[in-house]
């Protein structure tokens, strides 16, 4: 009965340095979801995969930003030269459908500090 | 204007009253509405979900939603100090792809 997992759970990165950060949705979950949360904000939207399928990558702040899951479960979001404005708590969200009414459920997030 | 807007807080109120949590939203199509719980350095945790205009009851938990006038809000009845966090309203957008957009939260502090 795992929930969505994620790591690594912090990860303090040089500028210009190249992150990969993990994300385990729940079993059968078919939809995923990746947001940044800035300090003090909310949950800003990054990318949507349906299956293997990224249906929605409109939030990704720049080509830097780059999003997989190749096989319709585990995804991984890529950072590459990283910038001090990509420090932020990154989270992932599963839902069992794509559905207006699909409930998402968030992992524990993964912290960026960005020096 | 911000699609979602709460008023960031802090909202304090005594143990045992009832909180009241805001939230508004400018896109008139927006079909489901949720609120999340986030405590400090932990990620958000559904409270509630509701789709209907009305409300909905869920323990101490009373979402309403009234979509003439965009509004929803959350009503924590017996407020504990374990219910101090910060709560986020989420909108859930038909049209805007498979996401929700979340105001910025509000912070409750429940005192003794």
């Known amino acids: 009965g795992a929930g969505v997992s994620q790591s690594p759970r912090y990860k303090v990165a040089k500028r210009g340095q190249d992150v990969a950060l993990r994300c385990d949705p729940i079993s059968g979950h078919v939809s995923l979801f990746w947001y940044q949360q800035a300090l003090g904000q909310g949950p800003e939207f990054l990318t949507y995969f349906q299956n293997e399928a990224q249906l929605d990558k409109s939030g990704l702040p720049s080509d830097r930003f780059f999003a997989e899951r190749p096989e319709g479960s585990v995804s991984t979001l890529k950072i590459q030269r990283t910038q001090q404005e990509d420090s932020a708590v990154y989270l992932c969200?599963?839902?069992?459908?794509?559905?207006?009414?699909?409930?998402?459920?968030f992992g524990p997030g993964t912290r960026l500090l960005v020096l | 204007q911000k699609e979602v807007e709460q008023n960031s807080g802090p909202l304090s109120v005594p143990e045992g009253a009832i909180a009241s949590l805001n939230c508004t939203y400018s896109?008139?199509?927006?079909?489901?509405f949720f609120w999340y719980r986030q405590y400090s350095g932990k990620s958000p945790e559904l409270i509630m979900s509701?789709?209907?205009?009305g409300d909905k009851e869920d323990g101490r938990f009373t979402a309403q939603l009234n979509k003439a006038s965009q509004y929803v809000s959350l009503l924590i009845r017996d407020s504990q100090p374990s219910d101090s966090a910060t709560y986020l309203c989420?909108?859930?957008?038909?049209?805007?792809?498979?996401?929700?957009?979340f105001g910025t939260g509000t912070q409750l502090k429940v005192e003794l």
């Open positions: 969200a599963s839902s069992l459908d794509g559905g207006s009414v699909g409930t998402q459920y």
């Open positions: 896109d008139r199509v927006s079909q489901s």
């Open positions: 509701i789709y209907s205009n």
């Open positions: 989420a909108v859930f957008q038909t049209g805007g792809g498979n996401k929700l957009t």
